[in-house]
């Protein structure tokens, strides 16, 4: 296990150069092949171009789709690229879940210590990469509130700006809350609920996406989302929103 922290703590560092060579450029992934090209790369991976969040521009997507071939092949600079490219989103869903950066920090670095540890078990099966990480994010949280080994805690750090497209004017209440009355209101909605307002709203995930990670159909996701919306307004005093 030792070794594989390692070789995780590698992979992101190799990440990071590439990223601080490419100095403004632009470029966050390197180029590289994109599979299926190549005769001998295996066999065809059917939906593999699903890895690419359909928020995605198709080149980027592309290079995400051959970055985990070959990271599933044992490439530690493209795992380190990985890394970069879905870093900072599971971290913000760890964060909004947990409401503590230490342990939303913590729990990012477990979360791709796993994955780097099942990486060559991954098989697309119609599933989004970034998706299955977010899975293997879920799945530590409630690990560790099964566990009885931490609190959900009330801080007023940075917050993501909140995306407050929808179909029902209700999301408004959303990007009129106050950083500490959002975690605290969350914190008191039922599970699902909250974890569905996290994903669509703090996070931007489609509602496919996230019916994808929270094993529900989309039409499940849209009345967990509507009930959501309207029990968060229910717990706001109007005095506490800006």
Same mark, same amino acid.
Request: proline share 3%.
């Given at each position: 296990?030792?070794?594989?922290?390692?070789?995780?703590?590698?992979?992101?560092?190799?990440?990071?150069?590439?990223?601080?060579?490419?100095?403004?450029?632009?470029?966050?992934?390197?180029?590289?092949?994109?599979?299926?090209?190549?005769?001998?790369?295996?066999?065809?991976?059917?939906?593999?171009?699903?890895?690419?969040?359909?928020?995605?521009?198709?080149?980027?997507?592309?290079?995400?789709?051959?970055?985990?071939?070959?990271?599933?092949?044992?490439?530690?600079?493209?795992?380190?690229?990985?890394?970069?490219?879905?870093?900072?989103?599971?971290?913000?869903?760890?964060?909004?879940?947990?409401?503590?950066?230490?342990?939303?920090?913590?729990?990012?670095?477990?979360?791709?210590?796993?994955?780097?540890?099942?990486?060559?078990?991954?098989?697309?099966?119609?599933?989004?990469?970034?998706?299955?990480?977010?899975?293997?994010?879920?799945?530590?949280?409630?690990?560790?509130?099964?566990?009885?080994?931490?609190?959900?805690?009330?801080?007023?750090?940075?917050?993501?700006?909140?995306?407050?497209?929808?179909?029902?004017?209700?999301?408004?209440? %959303?990007?009129?809350?106050?950083?500490?009355?959002?975690?605290?209101?969350?914190?008191?909605?039922?599970?699902?609920?909250?974890?569905? %307002?996290?994903?669509?709203?703090?996070?931007?995930?489609?509602?496919?996406?996230?019916?994808?990670?929270?094993?529900?159909?989309?039409?499940?996701?849209?009345?967990?989302?509507?009930?959501?919306?309207?029990?968060?307004?229910?717990?706001?005093?109007?005095?506490?929103?800006?």
């Amino acid at each position: 296990m030792d070794d594989d922290r390692i070789l995780l703590a590698n992979a992101t560092t190799v990440g990071a150069r590439r990223k601080h060579a490419a100095n403004g450029s632009g470029a966050n992934l390197a180029p590289v092949p994109s599979p299926g090209k190549d005769a001998d790369r295996g066999p065809d991976h059917g939906d593999a171009e699903l890895a690419a969040s359909s928020a995605e521009d198709e080149a980027v997507g592309t290079r995400l789709i051959a970055l985990v071939e070959l990271a599933r092949n044992g490439d530690k600079d493209a795992f380190g690229q990985l890394y970069d490219h879905y870093q900072p989103s599971v971290y913000r869903f760890l964060y909004y879940r947990v409401g503590s950066m230490t342990l939303a920090e913590d729990l990012t670095a477990e979360t791709f210590f796993r994955a780097l540890r099942s990486m060559h078990s991954f098989r697309w099966q119609g599933k989004d990469f970034g998706a299955w990480l977010m899975t293997i994010a879920r799945n530590l949280t409630a690990d560790h509130f099964k566990a009885g080994r931490t609190r959900l805690e009330q801080t007023t750090e940075d917050m993501q700006t909140l995306d407050t497209t929808s179909e029902s004017p209700e999301i408004e209440v %959303l990007a009129s809350l106050t950083n500490e009355a959002l975690l605290r209101a969350l914190g008191e909605l039922p599970t699902e609920q909250r974890e569905c %307002l996290i994903m669509r709203f703090l996070q931007g995930l489609s509602i496919a996406e996230t019916a994808e990670i929270l094993g529900r159909s989309s039409g499940a996701v849209k009345q967990l989302q509507l009930r959501g919306v309207r029990n968060l307004a229910k717990l706001i005093p109007a005095g506490e929103r800006e």
